[in-house]
């Protein structure tokens, strides 16, 4: 019960922490960001209208009202999903955009992630469980290289080699142009096959972490009393690798999970952008080289408070893994 | 009761295990240190492919001027050419010698691969250090900032911040990536730090009246050499990819030559579609091939630290 | 007078070496041609100081080494099956009702994530024999049972390791070794890590608990004062080999091997006015050498021209064995076999 209090409230007061910092990033930025955005905003062709300026300087920071009620502002803007218009999408409202892109992200980044950490740990298991035989030197190795590919670089690759020469896969999209996106289980089988590539560029580069950190935990684990002990009783070798070794080993990579995933976010900003695909990723990349900031605003607080979220229930189910925190 | 001890030294040259005398050496202590370390990277298998992958890197770098056949900058050539005699790689949509860029382009990734890896220890070593050995108030509030600093996505962040800033220098560059990569190795060190704070030999230390400084530096410190060394690498790893990264979105200095901005351009000039595929292939692969190196490289500092990850080579 | 029938020979070892190969270094001999007989019954202490070979020799005796030390040549016949060669499959089945070993005070021995009647389940299940179920309420009976064969409660059960004392984990361990029904145990340092009273309540335990079942027990340990309260035999080692095997009442009286007698010097009588602390001369023997003449002669106040060239077979001194050229002298080997009886029937 305790853990739970506790995390809970890390939680709380880190999420208060991301808010107010991306309150605080574009007032202390040199420059004027306002300004720039008003520009910007005015020459794509949106009214600017009192409350169009007063959504962007609730964002970006008001030269008239004080720190205290900008914040009141900021914080009312945020409950109320209200984060003013973008540049880059003037028909709509940045919440609207952001809304349409998230369900690509969470379907891409969310699905990815699971499968590279189930995959990942099992091989590190492996790996760690037979380390020193060409079945640890080949994973390790595997792993290391891949580990050094920059993800934007492999889905470059991937794009020319299956996509461009081969024509096995979409160019470019998360669906045929052409098409709005609705559940239909075609348009779903064309979503699928548009999200391959960026899933398995996604996955490779984000599998070789889960490997490494579970074939060391596995190979500390190993030289520990209790393997010894459950050896020296006779158990079963696949009991004592899963339940007594793995079991254990796997417990530091569930807390690195969650961090994990801010790894996993930016490379996916840096995949979605080579692949077009309507995510999040994709959306944050648009918005920074529009310099629309507006939208790098919203989209940098979804994004951590997501993140935030996932940790906090990755910590919860960290306590059913581990019965040493029940009582801390 | 009073206790005599009695232990006759040993009168016959046994057969017990000889330990022979140190030769008093002329090198300084620091220099034997690195010599040392360096010994016993190279004797692990994959440290010694990453060290010769960098040795290779930061050779190019220095020579450059040398090697390149041309200016990188120099749009004297036709565009869009595939590799020939004159442009081993081909030429950008520019007219720019990509073989010459490539040769460059070493030096950035090389010395904001390091430096923003060093600055980023640098405050890593310094918060932990402060947060692992003051308990209290210190400790609660950097692990505070610590732990948002680590929840925070980096990447986004580093876009988002480059974004902002107006200028868009490689230091810019550099001091972005140190910003957002310094957390994971200060809650490392922090961890270390408080474990050691408790061990007698700091304990020692202390109530023979020494002060903190000298405390953390002497007593502390060395013992995390090869820790603060594998979190050196690991954010250099780090920090090439990020500095790819932003130069690939644009975010980096468009005037300056490094393997990111090879990759921007060729994006933006559709390198796919004319066929340039040594465009994208080569910066690709220097870049992958330099994080590789420290990566391994790591592998060798990790080994050092905890003996049971040592090789059986 | 004897008994109705012989007492089984239960475990009989000859020539057994270990060697440490490690990557980068020399290998050492940790264990050095050593044989041994124990019959059903005996509980054995195993003394000698740090480094002598005695816990390389438990876990060889139950084929627990690991890289990098390995078991060089030996026979190790353990109710006349030899086990030295066997693996895999046929050797997890050899633990049950064979031989098992509890490791030093237990502290880490259970797996941290489960609790106590999972880990009986554990070993429950790993030995079942074809058709044997173990539902939940028959684990928990046997459970409970062995838990009150060391004294314990069977509400244990429920706990967690992290959330039992240092003794408390000391007893299940044992608890875990008995549901094997092992014919031996070897006992390696078991009351190291534990404060005197906590000590001498496990060790109690341990003694009734040899004495209601029979099972061989082997007790290493390198306090001597332990050993001989608690054993009825003891073997001492020095340098990888066995240089002494005494029943346990008489060591401390007559004549002994050197470094029996100086072990024993080291210990000083708390009551006396002036206490003499002793210490051996020299230094401990360079384990990678081979084998040449009695690895004590450096450090020995009796040594002889012989003593450096032939190594010393065990021989009868007093009522047991001991391996010196000068207080047991031999011209042939004597049988490990004959000598052990002997020991037995004292």
Request: net charge positive.
């Amino acid at each position: 019960m305790n853990y739970v209090v506790r995390k809970g409230t890390l939680f709380l007061i880190t999420l208060w922490g991301a808010i107010t910092l991306n309150f605080l990033l574009p007032r202390l930025m040199p420059g004027s960001p306002v300004d720039a955005a008003l520009a910007r905003l005015a020459s794509s062709g949106v009214p600017i209208t009192n409350a169009e300026r007063q959504a962007v300087e609730i964002q970006l920071g008001s030269p008239h009202a004080s720190l205290l009620s900008q914040y009141g502002d900021y914080l009312s803007g945020i409950v109320h999903l209200n984060f003013g218009s973008s540049y880059s999408f003037p028909s709509e409202t940045v919440a609207q955009t952001i809304g349409k892109a998230a369900p690509w992200t969470l379907g891409l980044v969310g699905v990815t992630t699971i499968v590279a950490f189930i995959i990942g740990t099992l091989l590190g298991v492996y790996a760690g469980w037979r380390r020193g035989k060409t079945a640890d030197t080949t994973v390790t190795l595997g792993a290391t290289f891949l580990a050094a590919f920059p993800p934007f670089w492999l889905g470059l690759l991937l794009l020319y080699v299956l996509a461009f020469k081969l024509s096995l896969f979409p160019i470019k999209g998360g669906y045929n142009p052409g098409e709005t996106p609705n559940l239909s289980p075609s348009f779903l089988a064309d979503a699928v096959y548009h999200s391959i590539l960026p899933a398995l560029t996604l996955a490779i580069t984000t599998l070789s972490g889960w490997v490494f950190g579970m074939r060391n935990n596995m190979i500390n684990t190993l030289g520990e009393d209790y393997v010894t002990f459950a050896e020296a009783n006779g158990l079963r070798t696949r009991t004592i690798a899963l339940l007594y070794a793995a079991r254990n080993a796997i417990l530091p990579n569930v807390t690195a999970f969650g961090l994990s995933l801010g790894a996993v976010v930016g490379g996916s900003v840096l995949v979605e952008g080579v692949f077009s695909y309507p995510g999040l990723g994709n959306l944050l990349y648009i918005a920074v080289s529009n310099h629309d900031f507006p939208l790098m605003q919203a989209l940098f607080l979804v994004i951590t408070v997501s993140m935030l979220v996932a940790i906090f229930v990755v910590d919860l189910l960290y306590v059913r893994l581990d019965p040493r925190v029940r009582q801390a | 009761m009073s206790i005599v001890t009695s232990v006759p030294p040993p009168t016959v040259p046994g057969a017990a295990v000889q330990i022979p005398p140190a030769r008093p050496s002329s090198i300084p202590g620091p220099f034997q240190f690195l010599g040392r370390s360096l010994r016993t990277l190279w004797a692990n298998g994959k440290a010694r492919i990453g060290l010769v992958i960098l040795g290779l890197d930061i050779l190019v770098a220095l020579l450059a001027p040398l090697i390149a056949p041309h200016s990188p900058s120099a749009t004297t050539f036709p565009p869009y050419l595939s590799p020939n005699g004159t442009n081993w790689f081909g030429t950008t949509g520019n007219g720019q010698d990509v073989f010459s860029q490539m040769i460059y382009g070493a030096r950035i990734s090389l010395l904001v691969g390091i430096i923003a890896g060093a600055v980023a220890t640098f405050v890593a070593v310094t918060i932990g250090l402060i947060a692992g050995y003051r308990p209290g108030i210190i400790d609660e509030v950097l692990s505070f900032v610590t732990n948002l600093a680590l929840v925070i996505p980096g990447l986004p962040l580093m876009f988002i911040l480059a974004a902002y800033l107006k200028s868009r220098s490689v230091w810019t560059i550099v001091l972005v990536v140190a910003f957002t990569s310094w957390a994971t190795g200060a809650r490392v060190i922090r961890s270390q730090a408080s474990t050691l704070r408790t061990r007698e030999f700091v304990t020692s230390a202390q109530f023979s009246g020494e002060r903190l400084f000298r405390v953390v530096f002497r007593e502390i410190l060395p013992n995390m050499t090869s820790l603060v060394a594998g979190s050196f690498f690991a954010a250099a790893t780090a920090a090439v990819m990020a500095e790819a990264s932003l130069e690939f979105l644009g975010l980096g200095d468009p005037n300056t030559v490094s393997w990111g901005t090879i990759l921007y351009y060729a994006q933006q000039q559709n390198a796919l579609l004319t066929g340039q595929w040594v465009m994208i292939f080569a910066p690709g692969l220097a870049i992958a091939l330099l994080a590789l190196s420290f990566t391994l490289v790591n592998f060798g500092v990790d080994a050092l630290s905890n003996p049971r990850l040592r090789e059986k080579s | 007078m004897m008994g109705t029938g012989e007492v089984m020979t239960l475990l009989d070892v000859q020539g057994v070496n270990v060697v440490y190969e490690p990557n980068r270094g020399t290998r050492i001999w940790s264990v050095r041609e050593v044989d041994l007989v124990l019959k059903q019954g005996e509980f054995v202490g195993l003394v000698g100081e740090s480094g002598c070979g005695k816990s390389t020799l438990g876990f060889a005796l139950t084929r627990m080494l690991r890289a990098p030390a390995r078991l060089e040549n030996g026979v190790i016949q353990f109710g006349g099956v030899d086990v030295a060669s066997l693996s895999g499959e046929v050797l997890r089945r050899q633990r049950r009702n064979g031989f098992a070993i509890v490791l030093q005070s237990g502290m880490n021995a259970l797996n941290p994530v489960r609790n106590v009647e999972d880990h009986f389940a554990d070993i429950l299940k790993a030995h079942a024999r074809s058709g044997e179920r173990h539902p939940r309420a028959a684990v928990r009976r046997r459970g409970a049972e062995l838990l009150g064969k060391v004294r314990l409660d069977p509400d244990v059960l429920a706990k967690f390791p992290f959330e039992l004392s240092g003794g408390m984990r000391q007893r299940v361990s044992i608890a875990l070794v008995l549901a094997l029904e092992p014919r031996m145990i070897v006992f390696d340092e078991p009351t190291t890590a534990l404060d005197v009273i906590v000590q001498k309540a496990v060790m109690k335990t341990i003694q009734e608990l040899q004495q209601e079942s029979g099972f061989t027990a082997i007790l290493i340990s390198h306090d001597l004062g332990v050993v001989l309260e608690s054993t009825n035999r003891v073997m001492v080692m020095y340098a990888g080999r066995i240089v002494e095997d005494q029943p346990s009442k008489g060591l401390v009286r007559g004549l002994h091997h050197p470094y029996t007698e100086a072990l024993l010097h080291c210990y000083a009588d708390p009551r006396a006015e002036e206490i003499h602390l002793a210490g051996i001369p020299g230094s401990p023997a360079d384990l990678s050498l081979p084998l040449s003449g009695c690895a004590f002669a450096p450090r020995c106040p009796l040594v002889q021209d012989i003593c450096w060239k032939v190594v010393p077979p065990l021989a009868p001194l007093g009522g047991g064995l001991a391996a010196c050229h000068v207080r047991a002298p031999s011209d042939k080997v004597t049988g490990a076999k004959e000598v052990a009886a002997k020991v037995a029937q004292t």
